[in-house]
């Protein structure tokens, strides 16, 4: 287990009402697609975009008699969840029916897991800055099934129904009242999304549904949520209302601003905040009802008599903890303290294992800062500006190892390296091989730059008698001897050389 580096928590944002001031509490149930080739109870596809209805076992149709079993795949995947959300994992739990009407669901029930979750308390370090992070607690994961999707708006009269998510795994994970804004709720989604993806549990792909969030909203005033947190009496804090289906990080943001101040309206003005569930319009930037709340015995949750209890191994588990990844903190930890960088040029490396692997290589026997900055900068700056992810990269690391290694030798500049690496995204090739067949090599002769310094300093008197009055104008002298050498003198040496024949 990691021991993240001390930091003070964010201070709760705080709204400012008609009355007085309100804080925020927030918690989050998550829902993450396992990633899978088969769903949780049946052999049938978990494939993206595939024909509405193809991907349908007699299983996901309940047809009479078909029973569910369970795909261990989808259960290791929770259980390494878990263990990156440095949870608690039972070793035994239970599948539970919860009965509602779900017209996309055709048993008529989804199979969840209530009493006995397959994970239990576990927790993520939400970074907000330097030095500033959220300790936010994980409840519970469990492992239920999704449903299908309807579809209103291809016929006026009627309504269509797919299938083809139906019975695929999800994984809610659970967390506490911990969060205190929405740059906080949006960046704990962020940091599970990431957790995820270097556990390759979850490809976190919002767009396709793959990970979405119901934000549960609640008031209260300064001072309250501390009482809470002494007692545990949640009637310290305000009425909650859920917000579903939310895949996005910047709607999570505005849905919660909405909804506080909504709430905050709502109590100002002598009301009461009803619990309930509630959608997000993006379009009109509010949440509206959708129903009220319901509670745990509206769905009348009992055990599913087709599914025995799910017992697993210490050794399995171990197994799997053997297997992790280094995980998001532990690297960020590790790139500060082995490359000497700062935590939120780390931040940017490890945001993804791809970026992080690619950057590693790089850096591999060079200077760490030096490399952080090229791909950073460099490299990082043009994928996003041409929309590539990092497995499209024109430049390989091997590429860019290359002209770290020819500046370090000296025999290109820093400018010279920026041409070399335009050649390398548009051309390919080798960066040795380009920077001697092009006349490329840094001019390190000293007697030549010597020559163009003089040269320079002898055309231009006015500007000789400036420099020596003022310092700092000698740099125009470097420029000059940098532009006659087609920027392949070395700069130091030109510095060296201005500086000695100014005599300053």
């Excluded at 994970?119 to 492992?143: K, N, Q, S, T, Y």
């Amino acid at each position: 287990m990691l021991d993240h580096l001390a930091f003070t928590p964010p201070k709760p944002k705080v709204i400012h009402g008609a009355k007085s001031d309100w804080e925020l509490v927030i918690g989050l149930e998550v829902h993450a697609q396992v990633a899978s080739n088969a769903k949780l109870f049946s052999g049938a596809s978990t494939t993206f975009g595939a024909e509405p209805n193809s991907n349908v076992s007699f299983v996901d149709a309940a047809m009479p008699g078909m029973l569910p079993v369970i795909n261990e795949y989808c259960v290791a995947q929770a259980v390494r969840t878990g263990l990156g959300l440095r949870a608690k994992i039972n070793l035994v739990s239970a599948f539970d029916r919860k009965n509602y009407f779900y017209p996309d669901l055709p048993q008529g029930y989804q199979i969840s897991q209530l009493y006995h979750p397959i994970v239990g308390e576990g927790e993520v370090i939400v970074d907000m800055g330097p030095g500033i992070a959220r300790r936010v607690r994980i409840e519970r994961i469990h492992l239920e099934q999704d449903a299908g999707k309807s579809i209103h708006d291809m016929d006026p009269a009627l309504s269509f129904v797919d299938l083809n998510r139906t019975g695929v795994a999800l994984m809610e994970i659970v967390s506490r009242p911990d969060i205190r804004g929405p740059e906080e709720a949006a960046a704990y989604v962020g940091k599970l999304r990431q957790i995820m993806r270097y556990l390759g549990t979850c490809d976190g792909n919002m767009q396709m549904g793959n990970l979405r969030a119901d934000v549960n909203v609640s008031i209260c005033q300064p001072g309250a949520y501390e009482k809470f947190q002494e007692t545990g009496d949640h009637s310290h804090l305000g009425t909650r209302c859920e917000i579903k289906n939310m895949n996005s990080m910047r709607f999570i943001q505005q849905a919660i601003e909405y909804e506080a101040r909504r709430q905050i309206a709502i109590v100002e003005d002598g009301g009461k905040v009803v619990q309930e569930t509630r959608l997000y319009d993006p379009d009109k930037g509010e949440t509206r009802s959708m129903r009220s709340k319901e509670e745990a015995h509206d769905y009348r949750y009992f055990p599913d008599p087709d599914l025995l209890p799910l017992e697993i191994e210490q050794a399995w588990v171990d197994e799997i903890a053997s297997s992790l990844p280094e995980l998001p903190d532990a690297k960020k930890a590790r790139f500060v303290q082995s490359y000497g960088m700062t935590e939120y040029d780390a931040d940017v490396l490890t945001a993804e294992a791809e970026n992080a692997a690619f950057f590693e290589e790089v850096a591999k026997g060079r200077d760490g800062k030096q490399a952080a900055n090229w791909v950073i900068n460099e490299l990082f700056g043009r994928l996003n500006k041409e929309g590539h992810m990092i497995d499209e990269s024109p430049v390989s690391a091997a590429q860019l190892g290359g002209v770290l290694d020819l500046i370090a030798k000296g025999d290109i500049s820093g400018k010279i390296a920026k041409d070399v690496f335009e050649i390398l995204w548009t051309e390919g090739g080798d960066p040795a091989e380009i920077v001697e067949k092009r006349g490329l090599r840094q001019v390190t002769d000293t007697a030549a730059i010597e020559a163009a310094v003089d040269a320079v300093i002898a055309a231009n008197p006015e500007q000789v008698e400036k420099a020596k009055q003022n310092p700092k104008l000698a740099g125009w002298f470097v420029g000059q001897v940098l532009k006659a050498t087609g920027g392949k003198a070395n700069p130091a040496a030109v510095n060296a050389l201005v500086a000695q024949k100014l005599g300053l």
